[in-house]
């Protein structure tokens, strides 16, 4: 049974870094895993994506500022690391998983963290 549960939001100035991690149980060598986040007035969008071969992608207003990546030491934690964050990366911040290959739509993910807060405000 997959449950995912993220965790690491909070405040931080422009500028500033966070790490956000999500807690994989049930989730093998055979799924994607993405973060995705829902902005205040906007649609929720996929920043980050990992498949299964270890290949990371990621949404062009992210690039090069967030990484996602796999805790190898315990095998079902992910990371969303975000560096030189701006305000219009505030939103909520979900972990999604499906089995296969990454899509970039949101309707195409079977699983999903609850969600952690990120604000980036001065």
């Known amino acids: 049974q997959e449950h995912l549960v993220d965790s690491g939001g909070g405040s931080v100035q422009p500028g500033g870094s966070l790490t956000l991690s999500c807690a994989a149980s049930g989730v093998t060598d055979d799924y994607c895993m ?6 205040p007035g906007k649609e929720r969008e996929g920043v980050a994506y990992l498949d299964f071969f270890g290949r990371d992608t990621y949404a062009d207003s992210v690039e090069g500022r967030f990484t996602i ?6 095998n079902t934690l992910y990371h969303l690391e975000m560096n030189s964050l701006r305000p219009e990366d505030t939103g909520m911040y979900s972990c ?13 993910y079977d699983y999903w963290g609850q969600g952690t807060q990120v604000a980036v405000s001065s």
């Open 34 to 39: 993405a973060w995705f986040r829902q902005s």
């Open 96 to 108: 999604a998983a499906r089995r296969g290959a990454c899509y970039h739509g949101a309707d195409m």
């Open 69 to 74: 990546s796999k805790d190898y030491s315990k």
